[in-house]
């Protein structure tokens, strides 16, 4: 009986795990990049400004969807040419929020604009 409730426990979170990374969307962001990639981990962007692009892209075509559209800025020191800014609309919503954040345990600075 101990053996069923675990598998069963253990079941219940891996559906969870599937169902809220099929609620997200990410895009990645890194000095390696290149701004005609898709935006995946393997295939990063290079620049801010393509991020939100692409996330523009995807709101149009899929629209806000339950959880969350992150961007995972990788490490370095991104010298910024122009000025980037993030308004409201960048923002999603409570429900459906877009976040920008740097990749765990990686260490990000934006500098210049």
């Known amino acids: 009986m101990k053996q069923i409730t675990c598998s069963f426990f253990l079941l219940v979170i891996f559906v969870h795990l599937i169902s809220i990374s099929s609620y997200s969307q990410n895009f990645h962001i890194s000095k390696y990049g290149n701004d005609n990639n898709s935006g995946t981990s393997a295939l990063p962007l290079a620049t801010f400004e393509a991020a ?3 996330v523009n892209e995807y709101k149009a ?3 806000l969807k339950p959880g969350a559209i992150n961007v995972w800025i990788h490490g370095g020191i991104y010298d910024l040419k122009n000025t980037f800014s993030l308004t409201e609309a960048d923002a999603g919503t409570k429900a459906n929020p877009i976040v920008w954040q740097a990749v765990q345990g990686e260490r990000v600075s934006l500098t210049g604009g």
């Open 61 to 63: 075509s899929h629209g």
């Open 52 to 54: 939100k692009r692409k």
